[in-house]
């Protein structure tokens, strides 16, 4: 007697996903502010949409984008948007280069891939030329948890290579945009005049007796805008820029550290780290003499406050 063997459900025939006519977005992240990581996110992005408008097949429909280091999506609009627009239908396929650019940890990353999975919308991955709605779930998780483990060692050798810049002098600066001073092509903070009028002022008036707040009223009522151009000031600006080390030409690294690699959070150095002091690092605005002046004054301040007579 033959064994007889009947076909009851025919194989999904697998065509590569730029042969597929697919609405594709991407979606791109970078963690700080550095103008480097800037630059990145601009080049990611006019990759994107170069690559997936070349593509006969596909219809574009956008480059989402973050700057962020926290794990809340209220710090990623770009993110929020993306996945708005995959509940509405708008998008097949999720462009990224890997998977830790797309979710903030694995946990995330894992909660995320399998909801849109059973939306019937993919994630592929650059890095490893993976399609998510091809893999199974386990796959993504351990994709996930390899990804998140690489950008901790990551993560782990940049601060290495930071912290031997600092105990070797070279300064390292987290600003892009602050008062007084633009960073020059070599690195090094330039003092911008008409910024550094501003500065002086600032010291000046506190020096004559005015508190913080009646500094904030003065900048205010002469039109003097911040860094970032607003009218409105900050007493706490006010505040950080009379004790800001740098208006002296010096530079104090390491006064913050990251504590938690997932969050990003990061807080006030308080002899957890070793922080380092690099003397003349650049051109100052205010004398030593002013500066100190008035550090002394701001602890005689705070002092009557603690212990008013």
Known sequence: MSRKVTKILQARKYIPIKDQRLRVAAY?????????????????????TDYIERNPNWEFVAVYSDIASGVHTANRPGYRQLMEDCAKGKIDLILVKSLSRFGRDALETIRQARKLKRMNIGIYIEIGGLNTLNVSDSMIDQLAALDQAESHFRSENIKFGIRHRMRSGKTVLNHTQFLGYTKGPDGVLQIVPEE???VRKIFDLYIQGNEVRKIKRYLEEHGIKTVTGKSEWSTSTIDRM??????????L???TYTS???TGKREKNQGQLDTYLVENAHDPIISREI???????KEKTKWQKKYPK
């Open 28 to 48: 791109c992240r970078v963690s700080t502010r550095h103008e480097e990581q800037y630059h990145s996110l601009e080049a990611q992005m006019v990759y994107y």
């Open 242 to 251: 009379l004790s800001n080390e740098k208006y002296v030409g010096e530079v």
């Open 260 to 262: 938690d690699f997932l």
């Open 253 to 255: 690294m390491q006064k």
């Open 291 to 297: 500066f100190y002046l008035v550090q002394q004054m």
């Open 196 to 198: 550094a009028e501003i």
